[in-house]
T-cell receptor, first 113, second 113 residues
Framework: EADIYQTPRYLVIGTGKKITLECSQTMGHDKMYWYQQDPGMELHLIHYSYGVNSTEKGDLSSESTVSRIRTEHFPLTLESARPSHTSQYLC????????????FGEGSWLTVV | AQSVTQPDIHITVSEGASLELRCNYSYGATPYLFWYVQSPGQGLQLLLKYFSGDTLVQGIKGFEAEFKRSQSSFNLRKPSVHWSDAAEYFCAVGAYTGNQFYFGTGTSLTVIP
């Protein structure tokens, strides 16, 4: 099993609230990712990082932001949540020296009411 | 353009029957191929991966996959399906180095008693 942890697992918040989804990995992986996935649907890459102080936007435009101040930590923040942000957010990581195999966390289910 | 195609959106099999999930890819460089499984409400778990060598790879939970370069395919198989195998299955292709990683749209597996 991969050592990548996401909190909270489930969150229900009101519109306009600021939220941060936490993601940590203990494998020393240099690369980290955030994917967004609606139930039963495909994965969409929204953010990625190749190392500390490196962040890039993914294929799907997202109003969220990320930071990578420490290798093991890659939080995702929504400054003002909207119902359209309701989704599952999956954090993942990979190591360049291990063939970039991606390992996923358990996911964070966000519901904005 | 790089892409992964999973032609079957949904498959239903009887418990104990054999299973084959199809995956075709388009990738300019030497592909590194992966299969993941996602149970409802969970993150993705790596089932198996192919980097090089023997084109038939064994994974966890009794799954195997065969790389066929001539057909650009990496189909997942299991000889006898168990009810607990009901889940969403994702095929992915990436590079050993570099930053490209592409997921298919997934195949949903239902297992009937």
């Amino acid at each position: 099993e991969a050592d990548i942890y996401q909190t909270p697992r489930y969150l229900v918040i009101g519109t306009g609230k600021k939220i941060t989804l936490e993601c940590s990995q203990t494998m020393g992986h240099d690369k980290m990712y955030w994917y967004q996935q609606d139930p039963g649907m495909e994965l969409h890459l929204i953010h990625y990082s190749y190392g500390v102080n490196s962040t890039e936007k993914g294929d799907l435009s997202s109003e969220s932001t990320v930071s990578r101040i420490r290798t093991e930590h890659f939080p995702l923040t929504l400054e003002s949540a909207r119902p359209s942000h309701t989704s599952q957010y999956l954090c993942a990581s990979s190591a360049s020296h291990e063939g970039n195999t991606i390992y996923f966390g358990e996911g964070s289910w966000l519901t904005v009411v | 353009a790089q892409s992964v195609t999973q032609p079957d959106i949904h498959i239903t099999v009887s418990e104990g029957a054999s299973l084959e999930l199809r995956c075709n890819y388009s990738y300019g460089a030497t592909p590194y191929l992966f299969w993941y499984v996602q149970s409802p409400g969970q993150g993705l778990q790596l089932l198996l991966k192919y980097f090089s060598g023997d084109t038939l790879v064994q994974g966890i939970k009794g799954f195997e996959a065969e790389f066929k370069r001539s057909q650009s395919s990496f189909n997942l198989r299991k000889p006898s399906v168990h009810w607990s195998d009901a889940a969403e299955y994702f095929c992915a292709v990436g590079a050993y180095t570099g930053n490209q990683f592409y997921f298919g749209t997934g195949t949903s597996l239902t297992v009937i008693p």
